[in-house]
């Protein structure tokens, strides 16, 4: 599981690009008293496309271009409970890119305790809507988003991956 890999610290977590902040609501409590692990997935899809749009990838252009993404895989470590009523937020680090492909690693912050509450390690493939099907990605952004993994690269933390994936 988590045995050996260092996580890093929520202000090591705030030095990358905040895409989401918001207040937990009433129904994302499950049965335990405690944020459902579905609404996790939740805070990813809701924040997740911020890192696109800084670089110019908004929702507007990708219906214009008749582009999407759809994501190919998953990695979720559930490090702290958030419970209705907390203040979260969500941070992006892009680890890697290749023509069709970029992996990358959302953060979800429990802003209310101090504490990392989850990580997901995504890898998603960009798409051609017209015929559903892997397309390369525009030039633009993939220029932007090796960018973006260059200014991640100098941090001085290490991104706690599962090891497994890879763009």
Not at 33 to 56: A, C, K, M
Not at 78 to 93: D, F, I, K
């Amino acid at each position: 599981m988590s045995k050996g890999i260092r996580y890093p610290a929520p202000e090591e977590v705030r030095q990358l690009p905040r895409h989401l902040r918001m207040t937990v609501p009433p129904e994302w409590e499950d049965r335990n008293g405690h944020v459902n692990v579905q609404y996790y997935q939740r805070l990813y899809e809701l924040g997740g496309y911020g890192i696109l749009d800084d670089i110019g990838f908004d929702l507007a252009r990708c219906n214009a271009e008749g582009f999407g993404m759809f994501d190919l895989e998953h990695h979720i470590h559930y490090r702290a409970e958030l419970l209705v009523g907390h203040s979260v937020s969500g941070y992006s680090r892009v680890l890697a890119v290749n023509e069709k492909r970029f992996q990358g690693m959302f953060f979800i912050l429990n802003d209310s305790t101090e504490r990392l509450a989850c990580t997901i390690e995504y890898v998603t493939c960009w798409i051609d809507l017209g015929v559903r099907r892997t397309a390369p990605l525009p030039d633009d952004l993939l220029r932007g988003l090796r960018a973006v993994v260059q200014r991640s690269d100098i941090l001085p933390w290490p991104v706690p991956r599962c090891g497994v994936m890879a763009p």
